[in-house]
């Protein structure tokens, strides 16, 4: 048996609802760069770890478009940084995004902090284009406005686990969205 079963999660987004929002993304995302990118110019799309990544796995499969992968690790802001929303950069991306065409690629929008970072932070870099797709936007938590060009459900404010998404490391592997029913 699937350990998850014993575990306090309740379902929020099962598989097929999954796949089905992530196809849509990757739809509406390779209609709008068809006449954009090539081969030899993917569309590069930054996951940021590790909450995108099963997310992003399934979304570059998704697409009918050519793509390269890279990845960014930043830190959670603590409780001193929250107002001005300054988040720090463990890992950055291997390749320039100079001139080429990104999309950010998250797991869940929250507050917005982060995204606003990673959004401004990355556009001073010279990207040609750079847009942002969430899998998750909770819209009612926000704290500053991001704006969020691709998205897969809005979703209420509660602590969502599986699907890439964890609660202190795990959950990370469960193949569906829940929420989590007992806090430790
Ligand atoms: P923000 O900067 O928008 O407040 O937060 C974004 C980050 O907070 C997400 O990338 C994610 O790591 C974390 N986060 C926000 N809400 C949730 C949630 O419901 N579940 C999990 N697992 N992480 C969340």
Avoid at 32 to 47: A, I
Wanted: proline letters at 4%.
């Amino acid at each position: 048996m699937q350990y998850w079963k014993e575990e306090p999660i309740r379902l929020l987004i099962d598989e097929d609802e999954l796949r089905q929002m992530v196809e849509n993304l990757g739809s509406e995302i390779s209609r709008d760069y068809r006449n954009k990118v090539s081969v030899e110019s993917p569309l590069l799309l930054v996951g940021i770890l590790k909450g995108a990544v099963v997310f992003m796995a399934d979304l570059a499969r998704s697409m009918a478009v050519p793509t390269a992968l890279d990845f960014m690790a930043v830190s959670s802001y603590g409780a001193s940084t929250t107002s001005s929303g300054i988040v720090r950069i463990l890992h950055d991306l291997d390749t320039s995004i100079e001139g080429r065409h990104v999309i950010i690629v998250e797991d869940i929008v929250d507050t917005g902090l982060t995204l606003r970072y990673l959004r401004d932070h990355l556009a001073s870099r010279g990207p040609r284009s750079l847009k942002v797709c969430v899998l998750l936007d909770k819209a009612e938590r926000r704290e500053v406005p991001v704006c969020v060009d691709y998205c897969g459900r809005q979703i209420p404010d509660e602590f969502v686990v599986g699907y890439g998404l964890d609660y202190a490391e795990r959950y990370r592997d469960l193949p569906y969205l829940g929420v989590v029913t007992e806090m430790e």
